[in-house]
Structures are given as structure tokens and as C-alpha cells.
């Protein structure tokens, strides 16, 4: 079950905390350091349909279902290679890191919406110290998902002389770059 926090407190970890702290207990069945991040079936809902509808960025651990990333209303889409996440000063990579984006199914076709999620999961090396408690107990193929609603371009417009440059904001492949190396999803790609 999901708890909140004190007034005050954000949960705001880093890609590292959250696949050694969160994903490795999880899948290993330790104990969590906080049961701030609840397990649902996440690709079964559509994103404005996850619990926490008032936060920015959502939490969830879900079972990895392979490639069917499909729901109700739409499907997840890759956008983007896969991303390593490294341990601190080791470099060494423990887990990767997938970028996508929804898209909402529509007559003859998808439409792209706003909503992205960052899903992690866990790379099991021989290295990663593992406990004989945590390891006693079988458990399903865990990932940890990071929902969040990309930020529109903004209507403000910045007038530089005679012209007038459109001011946008970050979008959801910040960190994942898209398949042509520029950061977004080609409309031809979109629906392959």
C-alpha cells in the first residue's frame, strides 16, 4: 500500500536510488526502504487513470509483460534506445533505463499523447551483493516505471529584434534520445 509523505518531503530519487534502493529490494524480495512506490498493473490502465492523479511524476512497480505494453485506450511506445544506469563511482551499469510514450487509439489509427514513463529494470550481476534472505523467495520479472505528463510549449513568445522565437519546454525524451538521434519520435514511426 502505498504511503505519503509528511508535509514538507518529496520523493525525488535519483535513476541510481531507484533501481539499487527500490528495484533490486523489490525484486529480490527484501525489505523496501520506504513502500512509497505501490505495485499495480500498470499497463492494463491508461496513464490519467493511475492513482496520484495530483503529483507530477508517479511511481509504480509493475510485472514486465514483455513487448505488450497495450491497454484499454491505447499502448506504450518505445522512443529510443535503452540507457544504462550506473552505480556512483564504479560506473558499473545495474540496470537500463527505456523512455516511452502513449498513444491513444483512434479510428484508423493512434494519436500521440503527452503522457511519457521512464521504465527501469534491474541488470542481475554477479557483483551485486545479494543477501541469503532475499534470495530465498521466487518472484515475478519486476520493473520500476516513472509516469509523468510531458510539459506543452509554452504560449509565451520572446521578441528578439523582428522575429519572434517560440520558447518550449523540455520534452519526456530528455534523457532518451529518439531513434533518428534528435530527441523526437518521427511521425513515421509513430504508429510502427
Not at 66 to 93: E, I, Y
Not at 155 to 171: A, D, F, H, I, Y
Request: with cysteine; charged share 30%.
Amino acid at each position: 500500500m502505498e504511503k505519503s509523505l509528511p508535509p514538507g518531503f518529496r520523493f525525488h530519487p535519483t535513476d541510481e536510488e531507484l533501481v539499487i534502493q527500490y528495484l533490486k529490494r523489490k525484486v529480490l524480495g527484501c525489505p523496501l526502504p520506504s513502500s512509497v512506490i505501490p505495485d499495480i498493473s500498470l499497463f492494463r490502465l491508461s496513464p490519467w487513470d493511475l492513482p496520484g492523479c495530483g503529483e507530477k511524476e508517479r511511481y509504480f512497480f509493475t510485472e514486465r509483460e514483455g513487448k505488450n505494453r497495450a491497454g484499454r485506450t491505447g499502448f506504450w511506445k518505445a522512443a529510443g534506445s535503452d540507457r544504462p544506469v550506473q552505480a556512483g563511482r564504479s560506473g558499473l551499469v545495474v540496470g537500463l533505463k527505456r523512455a516511452l510514450v502513449f498513444y491513444r487509439r483512434r479510428a484508423g489509427g493512434a494519436a500521440k499523447t503527452d503522457w511519457c514513463m521512464h521504465e527501469y529494470r534491474l541488470l542481475l550481476l554477479p557483483s551485486l551483493s545479494l543477501s541469503k534472505a532475499c534470495v530465498e523467495r521466487e518472484s515475478p520479472d519486476w520493473v520500476l516505471c516513472r509516469v509523468f505528463r510531458k510539459r506543452k510549449p509554452s504560449k509565451n513568445r520572446c521578441l528578439l529584434g523582428r522575429r519572434s522565437v517560440q520558447e518550449s519546454e523540455p520534452s519526456c525524451l530528455t534523457e532518451a534520445e529518439g531513434e533518428d538521434g534528435t530527441g523526437e519520435v518521427s511521425s513515421s514511426s509513430a504508429l510502427s
